[in-house]
């Protein structure tokens, strides 16, 4: 380790490294019924009828280059080339066959990513057997397994994988029925079928190249579960044509990944469509190398990513805002990880909330120390029901939160409501509905057949789309005032946690039918220790410290003098000592709250809000 770099306010006179991008374009049609429809001017190109084509097109290519890297218990990396990968796929897929696995029986995997999970997945796709990656928090994190069950018996499993046994044995002794197989890892279970990852082979036959050759447009994939942000979880079934169109899609708007492999080091979870699609699906489709991140983008296992990101060159790289910020402090005193870092990668990318502008700042200096150059730092918009590309910003804006325009092949549908523009998709890439949930899928579809994807957008710049479009909060989440006036709860909530840092992690928005808007906060209990210099307060006493309390009430008032309006201004609080429960559906795998679920188990909390004798609780402004 070297000393800590100096910056120095050069960013922005820093040439910008120049790779090959989409056109920023889009052809805007403005509708009789006062819809507005946005499309790429550019045609989407062919794409195949399955992903695995990709894979036996590389395994021919470039059969010794590196497909998956993992690093094993000795901290060497493991490493699955193009074609032992395809070697595996055939010989998975033909014991999956051998199982009578179908889209009634498909597979469940409850762990997280690894060479295992990535083999049985690639086995599945080229035998035509769906599978579904599962949030491994509903079989770890959860004490009643609730949410996992619902899903075992939605989806009716014929095969489960765990990587580890012991790890997963009371979630799968609790909800998988005692007829299914379950196959692991290591540390089988005792009592029941169970077969370890590594005899999962078959020698392949006629059958699986019939059956792969039978794969086609249509054919389901995988099965991916929603978050359940704004209720529970939706089974969302994601075909072969899916996969593919969207795949050509990112590729024409990140063209650079047509002219160099891309190889890129990434933890983002499978069971999210963002790290399961997206990521996965660019490194195959384009003949990279994925290596697996065993890190997270938080205090403690951030650490493993910055080891990894010493030691590997991304020419791609994406995280989570908190991602880029954690690693800021590795970035100023590593000479040798900058240098790294910034040597080869053409695009950093972000989602999953926005991006700091002193985060977006200082990763811009570092990089022009260590490269003489700024480095595109871009974002897009998508879903799982999108699989899930379908905006992108390919360009510099001055708002790094900008979503960008419609990839190619896709139509973005702005619907007015109620002051806002309400964004539809349709496409090749968007879902054909939701799997045994049939009035989900009537639900989420209009009468053109456009997916409606609950989120609201607004132009960069009115006179100029082609700036690109800029999230505008959830529909789903909004609610009116009594007085008719309508609550805009996405901006509102920001607005209060950037207000109250570093205080406030979450908050719930009330305030449905009433005269007034109240809050349930979630604060931030390291923050409110610190604070009230305590640093063993907790729960009941730190929330009733009357300095706590008095700069909460400070806050509270200094919001409300800058939001004047009825449906900005805050006018109560109540501080939660109990944290948001994944169980109760409060919050999802992923840490976002879930509105309606708060609203609902904590009724009682704001009837309290709102009560005419307000409890020593309730927080509130002076009239």
């Not at 928005?509 to 209990?525: E, H, Q, S, W, Y």
């Not at 904590?602 to 020593?616: C, D, F, K, T, W």
């Amino acid at each position: 380790m070297t000393a800590p770099v100096a910056l120095k306010n050069q960013n922005a006179s820093a040439p910008l490294r120049q790779v090959a991008l989409g056109p920023q374009e889009v052809i805007v049609e403005k509708r009789a019924d006062g819809c507005l429809l946005l499309r790429s001017p550019q045609a989407l190109g062919p794409y195949p009828n399955r992903l695995t084509e990709r894979l036996v097109h590389w395994a021919k290519v470039a059969p010794d280059r590196v497909l998956f890297a993992q690093r094993d218990g000795s901290g060497a990396w493991r490493k699955v080339t193009y074609a032992q990968a395809l070697e595996q796929a055939r010989s998975i897929g033909q014991a999956l066959l051998d199982r009578h696995l179908t889209p009634d029986r498909p597979i469940a995997i409850l762990s997280g990513n690894d060479i295992e999970h990535a083999l049985l997945g690639l086995g599945a796709i080229y035998a035509g057997v769906p599978y579904a990656p599962i949030s491994p928090a509903y079989s770890l994190v959860s004490s009643d397994f609730g949410r996992l069950r619902s899903i075992i018996e939605l989806i009716t499993p014929g095969l489960v994988f765990a990587a580890d046994g012991s790890a997963f044995a009371r979630a799968i002794e609790a909800v998988v029925p005692d007829d299914v197989e379950i196959v692991v890892t290591r540390h089988p279970l005792a009592g029941r079928a169970c077969s370890l990852f590594e005899n999962l082979t078959a020698p392949p036959s006629a059958q699986i190249d019939a059956a792969h050759d039978a794969v086609g447009p249509d054919t389901i994939a995988k099965f991916l579960f929603t978050s359940g942000s704004t209720g529970v979880p939706k089974c969302v079934i994601n075909t072969q044509r899916m996969w593919c169109s969207n795949q050509v899609m990112l590729r024409q708007a990140l063209a650079f990944m047509q002219d160099e492999p891309p190889v890129i080091v990434d933890w983002a979870p499978w069971h999210h469509t963002a790290g399961g699609n997206h990521d996965v699906g660019l490194v195959i489709y384009n003949g990279g190398t994925f290596y697996l991140d065993d890190g997270k983008p938080v205090p403690g296992a951030i650490e493993e990513t910055i080891k990894n990101l010493s030691e590997i060159a991304t020419t791609w790289y994406f995280t989570v805002p908190k991602g880029f910020e954690a690693m800021l402090p590795f970035l100023r005193s590593d000479e040798n990880l900058r240098k790294t870092f910034f040597s080869r990668v053409k695009m950093l990318w972000f989602a999953g909330a926005a991006l700091a502008q002193h985060v977006f700042d200082e990763v811009q200096e570092l990089a022009v120390q260590a490269c003489g150059e700024r480095i595109l730092f871009s974002t897009g918009f998508g879903s799982t029901e999108t699989a899930p590309f379908a905006l992108a910003r390919t360009w510099p804006a001055e708002n790094v939160t900008n979503m960008g325009l419609p990839g190619a092949g896709m139509d973005l549908k702005l619907v007015p409501n109620e002051g806002k523009l309400e964004a539809r998709v349709r496409g090749p890439n968007i879902t054909p509905g939701y799997w045994r949930q049939p009035d989900f899928t009537a639900q989420a579809f209009d009468e053109e057949g456009f997916y409606k994807l609950g989120d609201a957008f607004k132009f960069a710049d009115p006179d100029d789309p082609k700036q690109g479009l800029l999230f505008d909060g959830r529909i789903a989440e909004n609610f009116k005032l009594a007085t008719g006036t309508w609550v805009h709860v996405g901006p509102l909530r920001a607005r209060f946690i950037d207000h109250c840092a570093p205080y406030v992690r979450d908050v719930v928005i009330a305030g449905a039918d009433r005269d007034d808007i109240a809050v349930l906060v979630f604060p931030n209990i390291d923050a409110c220790r610190t604070l009230c210099g305590n640093a063993q307060a907790d729960g009941a006493e730190l929330l009733s410290d009357t300095k706590l309390r008095a700069h909460f009430a400070g806050l509270l008032r200094s919001m409300a003098q800058a939001n004047t309006g009825s449906s900005t201004k805050i006018c109560r609080a109540i501080l939660l000592e109990e944290p948001p429960s994944l169980d109760r559906a409060e919050m999802t795998d992923k840490g976002s709250i879930n509105q309606r679920a708060v609203l609902a188990n904590r009724a009682a909390l704001v009837e309290e809000l709102y009560s005419n004798a307000p409890s020593p609780r309730v927080l509130a402004i002076e009239e």
